[in-house]
């Protein structure tokens, strides 16, 4: 046991997913590259490591951004929307506002529109806060041009991101009040719960019932979400499933349950008047099953 705390790979195992995960979406993908990381780790001459966790940070980070620039080209043939895979995280992450928003689902979606380089070097300094200096250490390209794709996918996320951060209660607030609405099966009700401007996504991978685009405007998204209210899913009947809170990337979230696990994760958006301007729902059995196994995000 001595032997394993020593070992800085595993001291460092949850950073490296952390990273990992914000670089690629998925936790499998994720795991992967860690355990690639560990293979390098584990093969090479570690004798004049003098960092292990910047070496290891380093080695992670390529690995990543092997298999994203390989998963991109595999999403541009996915069905429907691509979102990240959820993954349950604890109650006091909501709290920190910068902590979850960075792992938030609106941000990885965010992120998936950078070029791998971009999101590289996003996530590792603004964060993980590593000096531009390291990064292109690790990178294996000059401090200006980390520097200028940093500015460059900074500019980018921020003109993307929310313009306001809810506070983790309001969010709260917000996530039940949008639950009781759909729930209810009322338009009206729901109407004021959305705002104007709000965007659905749905993710089915093409495996269940989901939209194939992105669905915009609250009347198009009420009547979405009120023409599959109270109808059966996936082959389950509404009478056999059940609806839980829990905390998603961050964020408050609702999971729907079958008999045999889950069948969607719901994450939403809040606006600064305190209305629902983004859902996330994830549906493709694929993604769920972090979730189903109740397995935490380490951050």
């Known amino acids: 046991m001595s032997d394993v705390i020593a070992d800085p790979f595993e001291e460092h195992r949850n950073l ?7 670089m690629l979406g998925t936790a499998a993908d994720a795991e992967d590259a860690v ?6 780790w584990s093969a090479g001459d570690r004798s004049g490591v003098a960092d292990p966790k910047a070496y290891l940070v380093r080695i992670t980070t390529n690995v990543a951004l092997d298999r994203l620039r390989s998963a991109q080209a595999r999403r541009e043939t996915y069905v429907g929307p691509w ?27 965010v992120l998936e529109t950078l070029s791998p380089l971009e999101r590289a070097v996003f996530v590792l300094k603004e964060v993980f806060g590593f000096p531009y200096a390291e990064i292109g250490e690790a990178l294996d390209r ?18 993307r991101r929310p313009r306001f951060e809810a506070g983790g209660a309001e969010r709260r607030e917000a996530t ?36 194939l ?78 979730v189903a196994g109740g397995r935490e995000l380490p951050l």
């Not at 000059?142 to 460059?152: H, Y």
């Open 176 to 211: 039940d009040r949008f639950m009781d609405a759909v729930l209810g099966g009322d338009i009206n009700r729901l109407m004021e719960v959305l705002a104007p401007d709000v965007a659905l996504w749905t993710d089915g991978g093409g495996k269940v019932r989901a939209a």
């Open 213 to 290: 685009r992105p669905i915009h405007g609250a009347d198009k998204v009420g009547r979405w979400l009120t023409a599959i209210t109270g109808r059966p899913y996936a082959g389950v009947e509404p009478a056999d499933m059940r609806i839980r809170r829990v905390y998603i990337n961050g964020e408050p979230a609702l999971v729907v349950d079958g008999p045999d696990g889950p069948l969607s994760t719901v994450t939403v958006d809040v606006d600064a008047d305190g209305r629902v301007h983004g859902i996330h729902l994830v549906a493709n059995p694929d993604k769920l099953r972090s």
């Open 83 to 109: 979102l990240p895979e959820p993954l349950l995280t604890s109650p006091d992450v909501a709290e920190d506002a910068e902590l979850s928003e960075s792992v938030s689902m609106a941000m990885l979606v």
């Open 142 to 159: 000059s401090e200006v041009s980390v520097r200028q794709l940093g500015t460059r996918a900074r500019k980018h996320v921020e003109a």
């Open 35 to 40: 355990q690639d990381a560990w293979l390098r």
């Open 16 to 22: 490296l997913f952390a990273v990992a995960y914000r």
